[in-house]
């Protein structure tokens, strides 16, 4: 990173937690952004001292009008980590208290039923072709099939490039995912055969290197180009939707895969304790306790599965309140 990015007097400090996290594996995407707002913000108020004091932070962590409950969160959790940051290098700090701010609504991840995922599919493959996007149509019926049924982050799925999908033994590598971690991901031959014939009319010719997913050619999705497909598909199904924060989201297909792959190994008597752990692999989990939410999400769903849920696995389901945020 070009040390000029952060230009105030805390500007080496932002630059030194940012190079720290990202060590410790994390992206660091949306905290970059928040930082360089705040680097700007010290400037402006004229902060010239080599410290983090109260009144800053007192400034910074003042609501502003219209400013969303979330991006509220994110500036202050921010500002948290920076002063933690700095005081583990003996610099004077002022650290926001753990729960100065109320406790907002959590996302209560939507779990599609059968019926939705078909009416939803349905619509997916009736996607038109568009003369200025010509491979939306075909991009869009393989791209929600890997999330639904391989239960990738967004993410993940747009950055597979031709050389990561062996068709030969049904397996995409997944790099440099969250926490900068490699996985192998098996798929159905139903899915291969998908992949297959998608690479054949989109790829004839193109390099190992390129991306698998196009909307034109050399002309990637993004993730704004999901979205907004996904809430037309979503319209077109006839599936409601709350509204920006509420849902349903293109990341609860992931949520989806993993409730529904708890559901069918409780069904077949499998060894929760033993199949736990293939799961969090799977999904590229950090830390088991990730993957053991689902099991409470599952009872929830399911509560005539309570009962052999909690004979298999009672010692490791987490107590679920509502929300969970598993994200990119």
């Known amino acids: 990173m070009n040390t000029a990015t952060y230009q105030s007097s805390l500007g080496k400090y932002i630059e030194g937690l940012l190079q720290h996290k990202r060590a410790?594996?994390?992206?660091?995407?949306?905290?970059e952004y928040i930082l360089r707002h705040f680097d700007q913000f010290s400037i402006k108020s004229?902060?010239?001292?080599?410290?983090?004091?109260?009144?800053?932070?007192?400034?910074?962590?003042?609501?502003?009008?219209?400013?969303?409950?979330?991006?509220w969160k994110g500036r202050i959790k921010m500002i948290r980590q920076l002063a933690l940051y700095m005081t583990q290098l003996r610099v004077p700090a002022y650290i926001?208290?753990?729960?100065?701010?109320?406790?907002?609504?959590?996302?209560?991840?939507?779990?599609?039923?059968e019926e939705e995922l078909s009416a939803f599919f349905c619509q997916v493959d009736a996607c038109p072709f568009c003369a200025e996007v010509p491979y939306r149509h075909l991009t869009m019926s393989v791209l929600f099939r890997l999330l639904c049924y391989c239960g990738l982050r967004v993410s993940e799925a747009l950055h597979l490039t031709i050389s990561d999908v062996d068709l030969t033994t049904g397996v995409l590598i997944?790099?440099?995912?969250?926490?900068?971690?490699?996985?192998?991901v098996?798929?159905?031959?139903?899915?291969?055969?998908r992949l297959l014939a998608y690479l054949q009319l989109v790829h004839p010719?193109?390099?190992?290197?390129?991306?698998?997913?196009?909307?034109?050619?050399?002309?990637?999705?993004?993730?704004?180009?999901?979205?907004?497909?996904?809430?037309?598909?979503?319209?077109r199904a006839r599936i409601s939707h709350g509204g920006w924060g509420k849902g349903p989201r293109v990341h609860d297909?992931?949520?989806?895969?993993?409730?529904?792959?708890?559901?069918?190994?409780?069904?077949?008597?499998?060894?929760?304790?033993?199949?736990?752990?293939?799961?969090?692999?799977?999904?590229?989990?950090y830390s088991f306790q990730d993957s053991a939410y689902y099991l409470r999400l599952t009872a929830d769903l399911y509560p005539d599965l309570v009962a052999e849920v909690e004979?298999?696995?009672?010692?490791i389901i987490p107590e679920c309140k509502g929300g969970f945020d598993e994200t990119d």
């Open 311 to 315: 004979k298999h696995a009672a010692f």
């Open 24 to 31: 410790l594996g994390y992206r660091y995407g949306s905290p």
């Open 186 to 193: 098996p798929i159905t031959k139903a899915l291969q055969k």
């Open 253 to 285: 297909f992931r949520h989806t895969f993993a409730v529904y792959c708890l559901k069918g190994w409780v069904r077949d008597g499998k060894d929760l304790a033993a199949y736990l752990p293939l799961l969090k692999t799977y999904l590229g989990h």
């Open 96 to 113: 926001v208290p753990i729960g100065i701010l109320p406790k907002g609504p959590r996302y209560v991840p939507h779990i599609y039923s």
């Open 46 to 71: 004229n902060w010239t001292r080599h410290s983090l004091d109260k009144s800053l932070v007192d400034l910074w962590c003042q609501k502003r009008s219209n400013e969303a409950y979330a991006t």
């Open 205 to 235: 010719l193109s390099e190992p290197t390129e991306r698998v997913f196009w909307l034109a050619e050399h002309h990637p999705p993004t993730v704004g180009n999901v979205y907004k497909n996904f809430r037309r598909f979503l319209w």
């Open 174 to 184: 997944i790099r440099d995912s969250k926490f900068r971690k490699d996985r192998l």
